[in-house]
């Protein structure tokens, strides 16, 4: 379970690097739901057990993001907590709801029929309902919020957005994401942003990013 958790959290970080946009037109306070369930999904499936796979897909998992654009050239990327809290209590429901399902169809495989699933788990040293409850508590910690939060310089220049790595650094020259705007929808593209190796296939569930003017 930890593994998901870390693959959740390095998402965060490669979003943050990825999602500002311009001062000149784009000035104000955006929101975006990037939905994570495929890109989970497909790490599960990649296990190679099929039951699995079916059992814990997800049909949504929301990572709500705040980007704020300043005047000064600066922007924020940030979580919504009141959402984002709401997002991870229905994470944890359908968690324990398929790891469950996967405990019950592998033990009647076995030819073991199970009435109670969390009484069956007990007496295996097994307690779901602890084990999704940490994980809620880490994803909802102040630390891990603290991972997605990230303050930088930006500009645009021809539909690109260029950003720096920290409020410390220069912007670069040669790496932006593409942009289009249309009303009050803000679509992000990678561009020629760099991607870490380990983190390029999850990219294509994160891209285009869309995201919408607050009021």
Known sequence: MKKYIALLLCLVMVLS???????????????????????FNAEIAASGDEAMAEAMKLESFDLPLIL????????????????????????????TNGMK?????????????VEDPDEFL???????????EEMKNELLSED?????????????????????DDLESEI????????TLDGDTLTLDVGTMVIEEDMEEMSKYMFPMTLTRAE
Not at 68 to 95: H, Y
Not at 101 to 113: A, C, I, K, R, W
Not at 122 to 132: C, E, H, I, P, R
């Open 172 to 179: 670069p020259t040669d790496e932006y994401n593409t942009y």
């Open 68 to 95: 704020e654009l300043r005047e000064d050239g600066t922007c924020k990327l940030s979580v919504d907590n009141d959402a984002m809290a709401a997002s991870v209590e229905k994470l944890a429901e359908a968690l």
């Open 144 to 164: 891990t919020f603290g991972e997605f939060t990230t303050e930088a310089k930006y500009k645009a220049e021809d539909g690109k957005l260029y950003m720096s």
């Open 101 to 113: 399902s996967y405990f019950v169809t592998m033990l009647e495989e076995q030819g073991l029929e």
């Open 122 to 132: 007990a007496a295996m040293g097994l307690d779901l309902n602890t084990l999704v």
């Open 17 to 39: 690097l990825c999602a500002c946009g311009a001062k000149e037109n784009l000035v104000g306070t955006w929101k975006a739901n990037i939905n994570m369930a495929e890109a």
